[in-house]
């Protein structure tokens, strides 16, 4: 009989695996998901809002494909998993056997017991039932007149961007005293900061929720801020204060859970034939110096494609190479490659440069002594990732990589160029007398 691979979860992990177990094989696939009936881009949604496409849109893959490439979609609940008889049991009564399990269930946006957090109108940013929901509490700004975004994150961005473009007055409560800034350094998040208010957004930075009011109806009413006692009217709040693995399904399973799913580098849990990938999957340790949980697009394709190698015969550990990821702050892209931390890790420093108009920067990690290329955070201006990704590889000097900054610059020849400029900042504060190579797309390519 046909082996049934069954994936919990239509999100990009779970995706990807069916995809390339199909490329690779003709074994039975089929793939449980409670949130919609197709997959969706989720990075995609919020442009849904903003008006910039419609929900159809973010669907990358045309409705008969699943069919025409024999993947049967299955829209569930999975209330809990029997890994001895190896069934599962769905919300609706029903139970559906397997042979082996992909668990691909993602996140779900954190709430820390706030008093409120209930309310109608309080909502986190997440699932395309979030985005309906935003839809229907802040249509426009009669109906949400201020909205209380909290926490300050790429998600908590996101929103305070969406609610801006229905010109809805947006406050934003962040915890940390600049935005961003455990993950960024100083320069980027004091940039970010400007930023945000130039776009008039009431930016509150140290400050916690204390509370959620709402009227008898259970419509929220206002905020209350800890530090100061102050009292925010609003129509709507969105919780935006990070995600946690969507895993509680999966507590009395005998599946090893620690925050997520606990895995090896094979992608395998504690129980033999099921395996977790995604936002959900947490390593034991992380692997080549990455966390061992990572919320990102890119690393839940990246699971999906080594797992499927695996479930077809050919076992592939999941081995990322250097960390990357990108991401927009309003008007202002972000790009990262390599690992920048908001503080030089010890034995390393910081090069920073910001543009006088107050909308690019970058910084570089390198270790201090031999200036060694760690990694580099780019704010606006778009680079290269394959070369920033052979150059962390080849191990190459600081001075090298902005000697060949030209190279690896990804905007079209007419947009303007910032080498010149990063390097006089760097020779002056290195001392050195580094002068920009022209751009060779020999080099590019080799
Ligand atoms: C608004 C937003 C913007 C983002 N922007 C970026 C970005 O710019 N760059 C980036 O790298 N990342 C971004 N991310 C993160 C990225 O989207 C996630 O890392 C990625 O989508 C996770 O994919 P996944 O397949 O692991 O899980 P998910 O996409 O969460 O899919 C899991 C699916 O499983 C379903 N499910 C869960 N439990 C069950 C169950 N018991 N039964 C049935 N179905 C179940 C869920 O409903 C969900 O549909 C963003 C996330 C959000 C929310």
Redesign the pocket.
Known sequence: MQEHIVI????????TTARHIRKASDKKITI?????DYFFS??A??YVYMGHMKYEHTKPYEDYFWKKNRIDLKR????NVDHQNKQLHLSGGEQMSYDKLVL????KPNKFGWPGENLNGVQG???KQDLDLLEKNAPNNETCKRAVVVGGG??GI??VEMLLTRDIPVTFLVREHSFWNSVLPEGESAMLNRHIKSHHVDLRLGVNLESIQGDAQGNVTSIIIKETGEEIACDVVGLTAG?TP?VD?LKNSGIGIGRGVKVNPMLETNIKDIYA????AEQHEGINGRRPI???????RMM?EALAQTLTGNPTPYNPGHWF????FMDIEYQTYGWVFAKPKAGNTHFHWIHKDDDKCITIEMEETSRTFLGINNFDIRLRHELLDKWLTEGRSTDYVLEHLKDANFDPEFYKHYESEILEAYNKAYGTSIVPKKKSWKRIFA
């Open positions: 919990i979860g239509n999100g990009i992990s779970g995706v449980i998901s409670s949130e919609t989720r990075t949604l919020m569930a609940f999975v209330k691909a269930v993602g996140s940013l997440y699932s790429l998600i996101e929103m995600v969507n399904f990938i995604g936002d959900c990572e919320a990102v697009w890119y690393t839940g999906g990821n990108s991401a927009k």
